[in-house]
């Protein structure tokens, strides 16, 4: 779903009290804390077009993303089938927010929300610089610390219609070699933190609490844990 629509209608009821001490509510979104990703993708024309969403989960070496069915990336995807999966870091916010109201579709179309434009060149837009990727031809944000190069094998619509859901196989990963623990192909999470798009606010990871019994990269009880690489 792209950062910038996609509300759930409130009902308009007030919240009312459950047995256990809940309160029943009518959000108007949904977005209860999520990765932000920059989707790059090929234009008709051979230019790129990049965009911010923020419904994005990985299935092993596929990663499962939601587009509104009306924007430019999904009309890309069902086209031309190579992207590129950016992830920000969490001081890269603003600009991701400069891309929230801009589109590539020309006209803008009418389920858009009010204030989008249309924008071709959405890098300079949002000061982000793009690099050549190695194996699909849209390119990578030079900024992101997270880079994945993938390809839409499904592109199908939601069970409402409003969306698409692409099925993307990520073919290769680049990483910023300060979040990479040294020697290893591993992520350090320690060093790493996503951009996190929660209820329209956007928030980094707090400190450690534990780690997985799957966890190829444990630490110590008495080990500290350093702070995210800034960006």
Not at 148 to 176: C, M, N, T
């Amino acid at each position: 779903m792209n950062i910038a629509q996609h509300d759930i209608p409130p009902s308009g009821t007030v919240a009312e009290h459950g047995p256990t001490g809940h309160v029943t509510i009518e959000p108007s979104i949904l977005y209860f804390g999520t990765p932000v990703v920059l989707l790059s993708t090929e234009n008709r024309d051979g230019s790129f077009n990049l965009a911010p969403i923020s419904s994005a989960w990985a299935l092993g070496r596929v990663v499962v993303l939601g587009l509104g069915a009306d924007g430019q990336s999904a009309h890309n995807l069902a086209h031309r089938p190579e992207l590129v999966i950016n992830l920000p870091a969490p001081d890269q916010w603003r600009a991701v927010e400069r891309l929230a109201p801009l589109t590539g579709r020309h006209p803008v179309p009418a389920s858009k929300p009010p204030g989008c434009r249309f924008e071709p060149d959405k890098f300079a837009a949002a000061g982000l610089r793009a690099e050549p990727s190695h194996l699909v031809r849209p390119p990578r944000v030079v900024e992101c610390p997270l880079q994945l190069e993938a390809r839409a094998d499904q592109v199908r619509p939601d069970a409402s219609g409003d969306f698409v859901v692409v099925e993307a196989v990520v073919r290769r990963v680049h990483a910023d070699p300060r979040i990479v623990v040294p020697g290893t192909h591993h992520i350090d999470p320690a060093a790493w933190s996503p951009l996190v798009y929660n209820f329209r606010h956007y928030f980094g990871l707090g400190p450690e609490l534990g780690h997985s019994h799957r966890s190829q990269t444990p630490r110590g009880a008495g080990d500290a844990a350093p702070g995210p690489v800034p960006r």
